[in-house]
């Protein structure tokens, strides 16, 4: 069965989104490491297979999502390799559980944002020992799998839920602002 439909089951629609989060989490480490291989692989399987035109550098699943309370929980397959783009969410903070594999997470800060962007970034990587990742509202960061040959899979909790986006790229010195409904943009 399909790990993100068991996920739905062992998470009470209800619920605050912390405990949505704790829940998924909980599940996927109640698991033996053969199980969580398993179900992690079915769907690497499917994503290896998409034809080229829907290659991405990962894939975000959405989970659940509670508007009245305020949350959103997303499921994400990294690619060896794969790489947001600096980016920040509004006003919304999220929290990271790397569930298999590595995870390296870079803050951005814009030393001049009106003429040419500078950076200066601090990298941090994570595996499944690691505890929470945080993204505050106010910090440009970009996520990226360290593995050039793994796969790796993180479980994301919005709060409140994903409304707006700002992209960048520093190389071209630009940024795009999404409102509405970010879900259906790399990020
Ligand atoms: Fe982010």
Same mark, same amino acid.
């Not at 962007?117 to 994570?126: C, E, M, P, S, V």
């Given at each position: 069965m399909? $790990?993100?439909?068991v996920?739905?089951m062992?998470?009470?629609p209800d /619920?605050?989104g912390?405990? @949505? ?5 909980? #599940?996927?480490? /109640?698991?033996s490491e053969?199980?969580?291989? $398993? +179900?992690?692989?079915?769907c690497?399987? &499917?994503l290896? @297979?998409?034809?080229?035109?829907k290659k991405r550098p +990962?894939y975000?699943?959405?989970? @659940?999502?509670n508007?009245?309370?305020g +949350?959103? =929980?997303i499921?994400?397959?990294w690619?060896?390799n ?9 006003? @919304?903070?999220?929290?990271i559980?790397?569930?298999?594999? %590595?995870?390296c997470q870079?803050?951005f800060t ?5 003429r040419? =962007?500078?950076k200066?970034f601090?990298?941090?990587?994570? &595996? !499944?020992?690691d505890?929470?990742?945080?993204? +505050?509202p &106010?910090t440009?960061?970009s ?5 050039k040959?793994? #796969? !790796?899979?993180s479980?994301? =909790?919005? %709060?409140?839920?994903? !409304?707006?986006?700002t ?6 010195? #630009? ?5 509405? &409904?970010?879900?259906t943009?790399?990020?």
């Amino acid at each position: 069965m399909d $790990v993100l439909e068991v996920l739905r089951m062992k998470i009470n629609p209800d /619920s605050e989104g912390k405990e @949505s989060f704790n829940a998924g989490i909980k #599940w996927i480490e /109640s698991l033996s490491e053969e199980e969580r291989q $398993v +179900y992690f692989a079915e769907c690497i399987k &499917d994503l290896e @297979s998409l034809p080229k035109r829907k290659k991405r550098p +990962y894939y975000k699943f959405l989970v @659940s999502e509670n508007k009245t309370k305020g +949350y959103c =929980l997303i499921m994400i397959f990294w690619t060896p390799n794969g790489e947001t783009r600096p980016h920040m969410h509004g006003d @919304s903070r999220a929290k990271i559980k790397v569930l298999q594999g %590595t995870l390296c997470q870079t803050n951005f800060t814009l030393m001049e944002p009106k003429r040419n =962007l500078r950076k200066f970034f601090i990298g941090r990587t994570y &595996d !499944a020992l690691d505890g929470i990742i945080d993204e +505050y509202p &106010d910090t440009i960061h970009s996520v990226k799998n360290s593995s050039k040959y793994d #796969w !790796a899979v993180s479980l994301h =909790l919005f %709060t409140p839920e994903l !409304a707006e986006m700002t992209i960048y790229n520093f190389e071209e010195n #630009w940024r795009c602002d999404i409102k509405g &409904d970010v879900d259906t943009h790399t990020f």
